[in-house]
């Protein structure tokens, strides 16, 4: 081996350095920032891990990378676990990955602060694209586990609530990885519904990696995109998710995204009763209102002496007659005088007759004397004769 | 599809309701018409709580299509 430098072929050498890397770095951690991210649509995962001064090709298959949680994004610091793997075709050497986690506590939270700047910048959050939650819903979208105990949650208060909904579960993963690609779909189904009110987005507790889906990119477009409003329910009070900030309506917990869905039975049947008494009283009221109008006018002077207008008539015609008989004892008297009238004309046609048969009067002054006291001697005298008057002073 | 209608009706028969107490309040319907408004207001809060009472929650599972997604395999094992 010495005396004579072995000449080695390429694939010889490669074989070795192969079989040396490999067997050396079998089972290594490496930490390191993502950078060129690229996710296959075959499923793999192909990116670098690099710190300031070197950089390492890495590839996850598909099947291993089912198992991560989240989505790995470029800047991300991470640890991977796997193996040094050799490809001779290029002569170059890779990183094959099969297990990935964020590097601390803080990238987690830094990804989540970036992509929640990334879309509240692209208005993602904007409230006044916040939507209103219908009142009476008759269909709600359910996203949650088929198994969870937020379904059992979620029915149980709809139950109580609002039975006359009816609640179409999309049986959803909602941890690990795939988890935002199936509510993703979820989402995508639900929105061909076509009568569906309102979804509700829900998964009970958990810690951060369980709750990651949710603070996936593509959820937070979904529900975005989604015709439907949406209302998330996610984890504790305390958990606030990108998926929270997209939604129509952010719900502490399932059980209360579904509350808010629902408007309550016992609420309603309390706004029928009330209502049913108010129409009540106010036909009451009406009835008493008109029945005030009747006593109004049967207490009405007219109806308490309803003879007084008789009697008024009475009155009147009494006045009449009065009048009437005023007027006939004026004729009546008119006609006495009248008849006096030709009475003495008829009476002084019998003076006549006496004056006929020789008798004589005696007038003074034109008026006839027929008593001796009634004679006065200073005044001339007339006598009336039947032919004629003889002044007895004319001498 | 029958519970559809079923919270529809409850809803527009809640709105008549609704509408019914307002044209009372209003005054300005006549006694005749108050009478039969009322009469159709009372018929309207029984069937309101009927459908209530008589509700049952429906449950309906959707059914997605399977795998449609590269992601979506190789975890149902």
């Known amino acids: 081996m010495n005396e004579e430098k072995q000449i080695f072929t390429v694939s010889e050498l490669t074989q070795s350095i192969k079989f040396v890397l490999e067997s050396a770095f079998d089972n290594i951690s490496v930490e390191g920032e993502i950078s060129n991210f690229k ?43 796997g193996r040094l793997t050799v490809y001779p075709p290029r002569g170059s050497y890779q990183i094959d990955v099969r297990s990935m986690k964020p590097a601390g506590e803080g990238e987690l939270q830094a990804a989540f602060e970036r992509l929640k700047q990334k879309l509240k ?30 379904i059992r949650d979620m029915i149980s208060v709809a139950e109580r609530r609002f039975p006359l909904v009816e609640l179409i579960i999309a049986p959803t993963k909602v941890q690990g990885s795939g988890a935002a690609e199936d509510i993703v779909d979820s989402l995508t189904e639900l929105n061909k519904i076509k009568d569906i009110d309102v979804i509700i987005l829900a998964r009970g507790g958990g810690s951060i990696e369980d709750l990651w889906a949710f603070n996936e990119e593509i959820v937070a477009r979904a529900i975005y995109t989604s015709r439907i409003p949406v209302i998330t329910g996610i984890g504790h ?22 509350e808010l869905a629902t408007p309550d039975k016992q609420e309603l049947k309390n706004a029928i009763e009330y209502l049913d008494q108010k129409m009540e009283e106010l036909l009451l009221e009406k009835i008493q209102e008109y029945r005030q109008r009747i006593d109004d006018v049967v207490d009405s002077y007219m109806f308490r002496y309803p003879l007084e207008k008789v009697r008024n008539f009475y009155q ?33 046609y019998d003076i006549e007759k006496t004056l006929k048969k020789g008798f004589t009067l005696i007038k003074q002054d034109d008026k006839f004397v027929t008593r001796k006291q009634m004679y006065l001697s200073s005044k001339p005298v007339t006598i009336k004769f039947y032919d004629g008057e003889l002044n007895l002073d004319d001498k | 599809m029958s519970k559809t209608k079923s919270t529809k009706s409850f809803e527009d028969k809640l709105k008549r309701l609704e509408q019914i107490s307002e044209m009372l309040e209003s005054g ?14 009372i018929k309207l809060s029984k069937e309101c709580l009927t459908i209530l009472e008589n509700a049952e929650l429906k449950i309906t599972q959707l059914k997605k299509e399977v795998s449609n997604k590269s992601t ?6």
Not at chain 1, 48 to 69: P, Q, S
Not at chain 1, 122 to 149: Q, Y
Not at chain 1, 321 to 337: A, C, G, N, V
């Open chain 1, 316 to 348: 009147k015609i009494d006045n009449l007659f009065y009048k009437i008989s005023q007027q006939i004892d004026r004729k009546i008297l008119l006609s006495e005088r009248e008849i006096q009238k030709y009475f003495s004309i008829i009476s002084s």
């Open chain 2, 28 to 41: 300005e319907v006549q006694l005749e018409e108050s009478i039969s408004l009322f009469e159709e207001g």
């Open chain 1, 121 to 150: 910048s692209e208005g993602l959050f904007d409230v006044e694209r916040k939507r209103a939650i219908p009142f009476f819903p008759s269909k709600i979208g359910v996203i949650t586990a088929i198994d969870g105990a937020a």
């Open chain 2, 72 to 77: 979506d395999e190789g975890e149902d094992e």
């Open chain 1, 39 to 81: 996710s296959h649509v075959s499923g793999h995962w192909y990116f670098n891990l690099k710190d300031e001064n070197a950089v390492i090709n890495c590839t996850m298959w598909r099947g291993f990378n089912n198992y991560v949680f989240f989505t790995p994004q470029d800047g991300m610091k991470i640890i991977v676990t």
């Open chain 1, 237 to 258: 009070e305390i958990d606030f998710t990108i998926a929270d900030f997209v939604s129509d309506l952010r719900a502490p917990t399932p059980s209360v995204a579904m």
